[in-house]
């Protein structure tokens, strides 16, 4: 409880872990959260971030499943995104807060948006975003369907993919805990 996280296994057996190398940028475990209802979870206080390789997720069909809870607006009221990455248009999978009532799965420049209540308290969400080339795209937050649009329009890349950052807007980090 209390220390730094420097790597998230990947418990699919695909080899996808997440990692941090630099102490002073690593998240921090907290072993029993209120707000998580005694779980554990990871808090992102902000310039704390893990990597990841997400280019798996490239011309292909993905579901992504989070269950977090962002912190009070702070210095991250604009782009308070759980997931991005470093690309450009179509080459940058971001998911998370626009701003305090706009939720946003983004093939970056290329957004499907979701009007939500503004933020009162920390509570756990679980807003999973659908894509399937074939259909489109769908925002869901807690089992009920927000936004769905039926752009087909692919990642053609994912490069510098983190959890915690918004390494192509340089500044930019989740404030939150993510389950």
Known sequence: NGNSVSGW????????????PVAG???????????AN???????PGATWLDYDGTFLANTAYTVFVVEARNPPGPATIANFFM????AVNANLALGYENDTTL???HFGNDLDASI??????????PPPWYDPAVGRKIYRNGQ??????????????????IGHFPAIPGFSYFGDIA
């Open 84 to 87: 991005a990455g470093s690309g």
């Open 145 to 162: 369907l927000l936004v769905a649009d039926n752009n087909n329009t692919s990642l053609s890349s994912y490069v510098g993919a983190s």
């Open 38 to 44: 005694g779980k554990p979870v990871i808090r992102f």
């Open 104 to 106: 946003r799965q983004a």
């Open 25 to 35: 940028q690593q998240p921090t475990f907290v072993a029993a959260s209120p707000q």
């Open 117 to 126: 209540a503004p933020f009162l308290s920390q509570k756990f969400a679980h």
């Open 9 to 20: 296994a990947d418990q699919s057996g695909n080899g996808r872990d997440a990692t941090q």
